[in-house]
């Protein structure tokens, strides 16, 4: 079988080109002696998968994709036209919803990441009051939590639209899901889920929320600017995006110390810091993840753990797929690409 190679987003002004976000990857790949071809990732966006893989060389075989986040159902669409080209995509559409969204994963860590409940719904609705609570008993009931989509949160309206400090205030639970559902409007993925809270180590107490990290999917473009992802996710430019673990109030010294760990084929191919805090020294305790990353039996994963506070261990935050979680800016990921073009 011929050397896998990587898709990247082609670049919005110059298309024969990759996005200046991931340049530096496909530098790094050419000089490992791999391969890359373009997408047009707006196209994707739009439903428009045929049109947009049309760079993309027939009969290419293997595939990676590396590139801004996705929904479920346009990467089943870029999966299939894909196909329809000669080319195979080798996280395959459920694969790739098993990783990205927190009910395909959340199976399989619950125990090891904060506990976690979800109402799905088909596009921007705001569960009622019974569906609510019934929800948050699911989770215990009281303390504070954390309300997110199946991918995404919006940390940066922290108070707003992200944190509830009591799960048995149903009424302050209510405010703060309305206002997290207007604000992700037509972006909303998946449904609401509602996440226990749990106190991460981190820099300080932060100035406009709890101390710790909130044990959702993050911000992937910094409010949808399309910069670093959280964990899980690399966010399109202009879209209120997520990924992996946050902490208390954006920008104010609380950010929890995060790692990122890149698994390929149940290996831990790439430990590092979070995008987020990418000059911060982290050497996690991988002993128990191994295990619950072969079982989720996706090949390309990320994991985003933090130590709690208290000391007594290391927490998976969020678990994203590989493909659309983002390194960490200064990172050797010679290793990483290696891995995947070896694959």
């Not at 998946?190 to 100035?207: C, D, I, N, Q, S």
């Not at 390929?264 to 990353?293: C, N, S």
Request: glycine share 16%; proline share 9%; hydrophobic share 40%.
């Amino acid at each position: 079988m011929p050397a896998p190679a990587i898709v990247f987003p082609a670049d919005p002004l110059n298309p024969h080109r990759p996005d200046p976000h991931f340049a530096w990857e496909a530098r790094m790949l050419r000089e490992l002696g791999g391969e890359h071809h373009l997408v047009d990732h707006d196209g994707l966006l739009a439903g428009r998968a045929e049109e947009a893989v049309r760079r993309v060389p027939r009969d290419s075989g293997p595939l990676w994709y590396r590139g801004w986040m996705l929904s479920s159902a346009r990467y089943a669409d870029f999966s299939a036209a894909l196909a329809a080209r000669g080319g195979n995509l080798l996280t395959s559409p459920p694969g790739y919803a098993a990783a990205h969204e927190l009910p395909g994963w959340y199976g399989v860590f619950e125990g090891a990441t904060p506990a976690s409940a979800w109402i799905p719904s088909d596009g921007p609705a705001v569960p009622g009051p019974e569906e609510l609570a019934e929800a948050a008993a699911r989770i215990g009931g009281r303390g504070p939590a954390i309300v997110k989509d199946y991918v995404k949160s919006r940390k940066h309206e922290w108070h707003e639209a992200c944190y509830v400090p009591e799960l048995a205030d149903l009424a302050a639970v209510g405010r703060v899901v309305e206002r997290f559902v207007e604000l992700q409007g037509e972006f909303l993925a998946g449904g609401v889920v509602l996440r226990r809270y749990e106190e991460f180590e981190g820099a300080g107490v932060p100035a406009e929320g709890p101390a710790g990290a909130d044990g959702t999917g993050g911000t992937g473009g910094a409010g949808g600017s399309g910069g670093a992802g959280g964990a899980g996710g690399v966010a399109a430019p202009g879209v209120a995006s997520a990924g992996p673990a946050e902490d208390g109030a954006p920008g104010s010294g609380g950010r929890a110390v995060e790692a990122r760990v890149w698994w390929l084929d149940g290996r831990p191919v790439l430990v590092g810091p979070h995008p987020d805090a990418p000059r911060r020294a982290v050497e996690p305790d991988l002993t128990d993840v191994p295990a619950l990353v072969r079982r989720l039996g996706c090949r390309f994963v990320t994991t985003d753990l933090a130590r709690r506070a208290d000391g007594s261990g290391w927490r998976v935050v969020e678990v994203g797929d590989g493909q659309v979680s983002d390194l960490p800016r200064g990172i050797d990921a010679a290793g990483l690409l290696a891995a995947l073009i070896a694959a």
